[in-house]
Every structure is written in structure tokens, then in C-alpha cells.
Nanobody
Framework: VQLVESGGGLVQAGGSLRLSCAASGLTFNWYFMGWFRQAPGKEREFLGALRWSNSNTYYATSVKGRFTISRDDAENTVYLQMNKMKPEDTAVYYC??????????????????WGQGTQVTVSS
């Protein structure tokens, strides 16, 4: 299994950025694809997840309405669209794959596979 994130970088407050997570080696319909972030000195934070089998999504309250997760079946890629970004969004962002249960998993330990992370910096 391989998850490869891309799309991180520097963006001004109020701007937008789209992260990509190219996945391979998974039986996709069995998995959630989640997005997390970790800022320096803080714990890894759940942002949202997509159930691959039906594209249902679930978001953390902190990003709901600003961040959107989507997928491209042809490219086996999951996206995290981030809008109205804030300096506090600065972190390393990770995608992850976890075996899909009835309810969305928000705990990082429930996810089996992780990407390498991509840095996102929001300037004020």
C-alpha cells in the first residue's frame, strides 16, 4: 500500500489550497480515506474522511464548511480542498487509509496506512 500526498505549500490567509493523495495497493471499497494534520507541539488532528464505497464524507467541526474531501476514481486519488484558510491551519497534512466500519473513524490509531505528509503554511 502506498499513499503519496502532494500540493502543500505557502498560501496567504483567506486563500485556498488543494492537497492530493494518490493511493495504490488498496481494495478501495473496503476503506475510509482520512485527512489529518499535525502542528508543531500538538497532537495529530482529524479533519475529515471519505468512505470510498459511496463517497459519503464526515468532517471535524473545526473545518466543516471550509474543507471538502472528494475523490477521483480514475486516478485513485483523494483530494482535500481547503478554502478560507487561516494561519492556524499551518501544519503537516497527512492522508490515511483505514478499514471502513459502520461509523467514521476519527482516531488516528484506527487508520492502517499513512502518507509521508505535506507541509502547509498559511501566512497572515
Amino acid at each position: 500500500v502506498q499513499l503519496v500526498e502532494s500540493g502543500g505549500g505557502l498560501v496567504q490567509a483567506g486563500g485556498s489550497l488543494r492537497l492530493s493523495c494518490a493511493a495504490s495497493g488498496l481494495t478501495f471499497n473496503w476503506y475510509f480515506m482520512g485527512w489529518f494534520r499535525q502542528a508543531p507541539g500538538k497532537e495529530r488532528e482529524f479533519l475529515g474522511a471519505l468512505r470510498w464505497s459511496n463517497s459519503n464524507t464526515y468532517y471535524a467541526t473545526s473545518v466543516k464548511g471550509r474543507f471538502t474531501i472528494s475523490r477521483d476514481d480514475a486516478e485513485n486519488t483523494v483530494y482535500l480542498q481547503m478554502n478560507k484558510m487561516k494561519p492556524e491551519d499551518t501544519a503537516v497534512y497527512y492522508c490515511a487509509a483505514g478499514f471502513a466500519n459502520a461509523n467514521f473513524d476519527v482516531v488516528s490509531g484506527k487508520y492502517d496506512y499513512w502518507g509521508q505528509g505535506t507541509q502547509v503554511t498559511v501566512s497572515s
